[in-house]
């Protein structure tokens, strides 16, 4: 009887409770890249909090404030008409965000260097503005602020990210284009497109046509091939198995016992690094 009992129990919860996403492990390509680079720099990036303060950690450069500015600029055009687009001249719109990661909170050594940053973004962001390409079509904006869905609701992980850019096309069908301020080529090996066709299938309803990098510093548009959906689930689905089994044993050691990829979030537990303010999602941020 009591048998019985466990069973209907069993099904009951499986059935009626709804599957917890504040329990579940998140994965994007950001904390996959991570994890593929280096365990150690995945725990730090992701799972690592001050013990002092009870917040995670971040690191801030030149070269991510650069690239968070430029990709702030041009997504927030999306939300825009197309007729209203250009209409406010980019360079207002970068000198306006750019002091969210002005002096050291942007990882700058002095003015000299910000400068040279800071106009390395004025000319991509006018390279967009002489050959607008998609930002003069129409877009779409996912609902979701940070778009998600269930990887796998039995193994509780879900992925996430947001997409640079989603342009519409006549036929309802959307392209993914993925905004690269870096003068390096993304890897053939990257999962970035597979993850972003997953999250496209999943977090709405139009076909998606074809997928592209934009390497704003070169001005170039790359078309790649659409990932293909299985597998890029199979994919990413096997990479997020094996962080969910390092979270299971804390087991997050770099292969190399300190590496290249650890190394500077290393030098911000080890308090080698200089704290320069508190950013987005209440992470604390450091410069080294």
């Known amino acids: 009887m009591r048998a ?28 996959i890249s991570d994890y593929l680079r280096c365990p150690r720099l995945y725990f730090l990036n992701n799972v690592y909090k001050n013990p002092e303060t009870g917040r995670k950690i971040s690191l801030t450069n030149p070269h991510l404030s650069l690239g968070s500015v430029v990709h702030d600029v041009l997504e927030s055009l999306s939300e825009l008409p197309v007729e209203k687009r250009l209409v406010i001249p980019l360079k207002v719109l970068l000198s306006v965000k750019w002091q969210k990661v002005h002096g050291k909170i942007g990882g700058f050594k002095n003015d000299l260097e910000e400068m040279q940053y800071k106009a390395r973004a004025l000319a991509m962001l006018e390279r967009v503005e002489k050959s607008p390409g998609p930002i003069l079509e129409k877009a779409i904006k996912l609902k979701q602020d940070l778009p998600w869905y269930w990887l796998s609701e039995e193994q509780n992980i879900i992925l996430c990210g947001k997409i640079d850019w989603i342009k519409y096309n ?29 999250l496209l299938e999943n977090c709405q309803k139009r076909g998606i046509r074809k997928a592209s990098y934009w390497y704003l510093d070169k001005g170039e548009t790359v078309d790649c091939d659409l990932p293909l959906l299985a597998e890029s689930e199979k994919k990413v689905m096997e990479i997020a198995m094996k962080i969910k089994e390092a979270r299971r044993t804390n087991d997050f050691s770099c292969a190399r016992c300190g590496c290249y990829a650890c190394e500077a979030m290393e030098k911000i537990v080890a308090g080698k690094a200089e704290f320069v303010g508190v950013g987005e999602y209440n992470k604390e941020i450091y410069r080294v």
């Open 4 to 31: 019985k009992f466990a069973i209907v129990e069993i099904f009951y919860y499986n059935i009626i409770m709804p599957a917890d996403k504040f329990s579940a492990i998140w994965v994007s390509h950001s904390s």
């Open 170 to 198: 006549s036929d309802d069908t959307v392209d993914i284009i993925d905004f690269k301020t870096g003068k390096n080529e993304e890897s053939k090996n990257s999962l970035q497109l597979a993850i972003y066709r997953l």
